[in-house]
Antibody, heavy 114, light 107 residues
């Protein structure tokens, strides 16, 4: 059974960098996209971007200038960095397996506050 | 960006009733449309992919239909555990997008 688990700081200061890692167990990163999706409190779902094990990636144009997604196949992990954060970036951040999004992490709440 | 519009925003029904949820795309998404269920405090769960294919372990009371711009998720007879928020999602054009959700609540 494939399992995903997000990890990282739950509190980030404004103008700082949000960093999260998704650890994948029970399966290989090969042959799938691996993505980040966020959900502000009480709101809907928004794609941040995804990465393929080869390193090819795609970012949401609305966040592209601030986002980096990377992959470490040796650790079966992929990571998200979002810089210059504001309070609008406060959300639950999910990692998920694409393209069908058939496996999700439980989500990590990241609050941007001073 | 493809916009997905879900209707209604809220559906108030009783257990045992049939639920019909709609998702309309601003342009064709072919059949690259999926449905997810989300309960409070939980991650979304894949129900239907590529318009009409049930995901592994999803009960037969859930069915999807449609193509191009108009899609429907039908729950034939609501069970107590089906009361949740449902999202549609397209993966034809990047950025992939979600609808705003339909909440199915107990009447």
């Amino acid at each position: 059974q494939v399992q995903l688990q997000e990890s990282g700081p739950g509190l980030v200061k404004p103008s700082g960098t949000l960093s999260l890692t998704c650890s994948v167990s029970g399966g290989s990163l090969s042959s799938y996209y691996w993505g980040w999706i966020r959900q502000p409190p009480g709101k809907g779902l928004e794609w941040i971007g995804y990465i393929y094990p080869s390193g090819d990636n795609n970012y949401n144009p609305s966040l592209k200038s601030r986002v980096t997604i990377s992959v470490d196949t040796s650790k079966n992990q992929f990571s998200l960095k979002l810089n210059s954060v504001t309070t609008a970036d406060t959300a639950v951040y999910y990692c998920a397996r694409g393209p069908r999004l058939d496996y999700w992490g439980r989500g990590a709440l990241v609050t941007v506050s001073s | 960006e493809i916009v997905l519009t879900q209707s209604p925003a809220t559906l108030s029904l009783s257990p045992g009733e049939r639920a019909t949820l709609s998702c309309r795309a601003s342009q064709s998404v072919d059949s690259y449309l999926a449905w997810y269920q989300q309960k409070p405090g939980q991650a979304p769960r894949l129900l239907i992919y590529d318009a009409f294919n049930r995901a592994t372990g999803i009960p037969a009371r859930f069915s999807g239909s449609g193509s191009e711009t108009d899609f429907t998720l039908t729950i034939s007879s609501l069970e107590p555990e089906d009361f949740a928020v449902y999202y549609c999602h397209q993966r034809l054009n990047w950025p992939w997008t979600f609808g705003q959700g339909t909440k199915v609540e107990i009447k």
